[in-house]
């Protein structure tokens, strides 16, 4: 009886919080649902219409699931190869290596843009995908994570099959790989996140609309003369948090098994 209260006093405290975290997406489908008829309002889908049914629109989308996609899978990579190299390798410069990668976490990526601009220009490609992907195919912090999970992978199976004459690309890709799927659902689902989301990259390296991606097409497409959009806003808004949502709803069984390893061990 008594953990009964306990458990509904507890939930009573934190309702109030639950409210006012929904409160921001609540807001945001109050406003894409809101069409004005005149000088009346009623509620409908007719924001969501105008947009899908808007060229632009489903170009941003596109351009940001390539992007993102490409982005993703490329750390998924070299992140991994990188972790693994620094977690069991035995090399001259190790150290320093690591040191430096760490470094590059204090680095804010606002005071890259100018350089990775003149590359990009010097290269010819700005208004281009690999622009957008380049400079962000292996992350610091996602290099960091995966050394720092695989240190604590037993390596007793990788001498097993190194015993049976398995090479080490092998056995980082069929023994190593499976036992780091919740680190890399982490490290993908966070990679996508941040990706799916970038506004000033894509906005400094993109000239066309052909090219740019979804935040920074929702930026311009909104912006009125004397006002903002909101509704179409908010609308836009509301459908580019749903590949999102989709890929928390689809991890989150690795996310919480990486969460729980890594307090574990």
Same mark, same amino acid.
């Given at each position: 009886?008594?953990?009964?209260? !306990?458990?509904?006093?507890?939930?009573?405290?934190?309702?109030?919080? &639950?409210?006012?975290?929904?409160?921001?997406?609540?807001?945001?489908?109050?406003?894409?649902?809101?069409?004005?008829?005149?000088?009346?309002?009623? &509620?409908?889908?007719?924001?969501?219409?105008?947009?899908?049914?808007? /060229?632009?629109?489903?170009?941003?989308?596109?351009?940001?699931?390539?992007?993102?996609? *490409?982005?993703?899978?490329?750390?998924?990579?070299?992140?991994?190869?990188? /972790?693994?190299?620094?977690?069991? /390798?035995?090399?001259?410069?190790?150290?320093?290596? &690591?040191?430096?990668?760490?470094?590059?976490?204090?680095?804010?990526?606002? @005071?890259?843009?100018?350089?990775?601009?003149?590359?990009?220009?010097?290269?010819?490609?700005?208004?281009? %995908?690999?622009?957008?992907?380049?400079?962000?195919? @292996?992350?610091?912090?996602?290099?960091?994570?995966?050394?720092?999970?695989?240190?604590?992978? +037993?390596?007793?199976?990788?001498?097993?099959?190194?015993?049976?004459?398995?090479?080490?690309?092998?056995?980082?890709?069929?023994?190593?790989? +499976?036992?780091?799927?919740?680190?890399?659902?982490?490290?993908? @689902?966070?990679?996508?996140?941040?990706?799916?989301?970038?506004f000033l990259y894509p906005l400094v390296l993109t000239n066309s609309?052909?090219?740019?991606?979804?935040?920074?097409?929702?930026? &311009? %497409? !909104?912006?009125?003369?004397?006002?903002?959009? *909101?509704?179409?806003?908010?609308?836009?808004?509301?459908?580019?948090?749903?590949?999102?949502?989709?890929?928390?709803?689809?991890?989150?069984?690795?996310? @919480?098994?990486?969460?729980?390893? /890594?307090?574990?061990?």
């Amino acid at each position: 009886m008594i953990m009964a209260r !306990a458990s509904a006093f507890r939930a009573f405290r934190i309702s109030p919080l &639950l409210l006012l975290a929904w409160a921001p997406l609540a807001w945001m489908v109050w406003l894409a649902v809101r069409v004005p008829q005149g000088e009346a309002l009623t &509620l409908g889908l007719g924001n969501f219409s105008d947009l899908l049914g808007s /060229g632009p629109f489903l170009r941003y989308t596109l351009n940001s699931a390539i992007v993102a996609a *490409w982005v993703v899978g490329l750390n998924l990579l070299f992140a991994s190869l990188v /972790g693994y190299a620094l977690a069991r /390798g035995r090399f001259r410069g190790k150290r320093p290596l &690591l040191f430096s990668i760490l470094i590059t976490l204090m680095v804010p990526r606002q @005071v890259t843009m100018i350089p990775v601009y003149l590359m990009a220009a010097r290269m010819h490609m700005i208004d281009t %995908y690999p622009a957008l992907i380049a400079p962000f195919a @292996v992350d610091a912090f996602n290099i960091f994570l995966m050394r720092q999970y695989m240190q604590q992978i +037993p390596p007793e199976m990788e001498d097993a099959a190194r015993v049976d004459g398995a090479s080490e690309l092998r056995i980082f890709f069929q023994v190593v790989m +499976p036992m780091v799927r919740p680190a890399l659902a982490v490290m993908g @689902v966070n990679t996508f996140l941040v990706n799916w989301n970038s506004f000033l990259y894509p906005l400094v390296l993109t000239n066309s609309d052909a090219m740019r991606t979804l935040p920074v097409g929702l930026a &311009l %497409y !909104a912006q009125g003369e004397h006002s903002v959009d *909101w509704g179409h806003l908010m609308a836009g808004a509301l459908i580019g948090t749903l590949p999102v949502l989709a890929a928390f709803l689809a991890f989150q069984k690795q996310i @919480v098994e990486g969460i729980l390893a /890594g307090t574990g061990k």
